[in-house]
């Protein structure tokens, strides 16, 4: 389903020059019946290796605008808008994890075919994602970065603001407010683009998460997955009871002995925004690694 387009408040709507140049550059991909049509963007050269980005809930590809330029010029980049954000069709309800993951599968094999192997980067609720993605397709992903994947454990549920039906300056502090609260820990770090996205993103979203079947997910694909594993966190992740963060890496471990986990300081939920360069050195690093 093509959305419309949102008018955007002017405060919220600032031209930026690393976001605009993705945009204008992005190549577009569709695939998928009529009416469970998966919208990708993609940058990079075609013939180098496939990494796979997924978004995080009420999300599009800017949740990895900092991190496109990265990679793009040795890898095709590929974000599809998860079903029910972006451009992307809604699922039909009930809404399960697993069917997503199966549709995004499936959509994947239709864009790359259906034995090229892919390195895989999910965020928060693309995190979860990746858990039954990586079943539907056991031994394709080559690397895997699991940013502060929603689905290990029970989330901490930080102050949100509802957006509906806010104008002006209302709606931007509401959107600066969710920043602060969920995505970033760090005020300098609610930036004009930080806002542009926030707003451009969840203006189109239309899947809620609290109605989603999330079943086993990590739990279950974790401990299998035979190739190279990364976790992340951000110290201030507000998704993530502060009591518990530390056992965070301790927990993937236990489920994946040669994971490798890292926290960043003074990082919020939305790490590959607000620690760009540190996340960036974490997935390069990974990348370099021989296939298991």
């Known amino acids: 389903m093509q959305m419309p387009?949102?008018?955007?408040?002017?405060?919220?709507?600032?031209?930026?020059?690393?976001?605009?140049?993705?945009?204008?550059?992005?190549?577009?991909i569709w695939s998928g019946p009529e009416g469970a049509r998966i919208h990708?963007?993609?940058?990079?050269?075609?013939?180098?290796?496939?990494?796979?980005?997924?978004?995080g809930a009420y999300g599009s590809w800017p949740h990895f605008?900092?991190?496109?330029?990265?990679?793009?010029?040795?890898?095709?980049?590929?974000?599809?808008?998860?079903?029910?954000?972006?451009?992307?069709d809604t699922p039909p309800a009930p809404v399960r994890l697993v069917d997503i993951a199966a549709h995004i599968a499936r959509a994947l094999?239709?864009?790359?075919?259906?034995?090229?192997?892919?390195?895989?980067?999910?965020?928060?609720?693309?995190?979860?994602?990746?858990?039954?993605?990586?079943?539907e397709h056991p031994g394709r992903q080559t690397h895997v970065l699991l940013g502060a994947p929603a689905g290990i454990a029970p989330p901490a549920t930080p102050a949100m603001v509802s957006v509906r039906n806010r104008t002006g300056d209302d709606l931007i502090a509401a959107q600066r407010a969710n920043l602060q609260s969920i995505m970033l820990k760090?005020?300098?770090?609610?930036?004009?683009?930080a806002l542009r996205i926030q707003h451009e993103c969840t203006?189109?979203?239309?899947?809620?998460?609290?109605?989603?079947?999330?079943?086993?997910?990590?739990?279950?694909?974790?401990?299998g997955y035979k190739?190279?594993?990364?976790?992340?966190?951000?110290?201030?992740?507000?998704?993530?009871?502060?009591?518990?963060?530390?056992?965070?890496p301790a927990r993937i471990r236990a489920m994946n002995p040669a994971a490798d986990t890292h926290i960043l300081p003074e990082t919020?939920?939305?790490?590959?925004?607000?620690?760009?360069?540190?996340?960036?050195?974490?997935?390069?690093?990974?990348?370099?690694?021989p296939p298991v």
Not at 270 to 286: H, K, T, V, Y
């Open 203 to 223: 203006a189109m979203a239309r899947l809620r998460v609290e109605r989603v079947d999330w079943g086993p997910g990590l739990i279950v694909s974790v401990p």
């Open 186 to 193: 760090r005020p300098e770090s609610v930036t004009p683009l």
């Open 65 to 88: 605008v900092r991190n496109i330029n990265a990679f793009s010029h040795d890898h095709r980049v590929l974000i599809p808008d998860i079903p029910g954000y972006g451009r992307s």
């Open 5 to 28: 387009v949102v008018p955007l408040p002017p405060e919220l709507s600032q031209p930026d020059a690393q976001l605009d140049q993705l945009r204008d550059t992005a190549r577009s």
């Open 227 to 248: 190739g190279n594993l990364t976790c992340v966190w951000g110290d201030s992740d507000s998704f993530v009871d502060p009591a518990e963060l530390p056992d965070r």
């Open 268 to 289: 919020g939920h939305w790490m590959q925004f607000e620690a760009a360069e540190s996340f960036n050195a974490i997935l390069r690093d990974l990348v370099s690694k």
């Open 40 to 55: 990708w963007a993609e940058w990079g050269p075609r013939d180098a290796p496939v990494m796979v980005m997924l978004h």
């Open 109 to 135: 094999d239709e864009v790359i075919g259906p034995d090229t192997p892919y390195r895989l980067v999910g965020f928060s609720f693309g995190g979860g994602l990746s858990g039954p993605l990586l079943l």
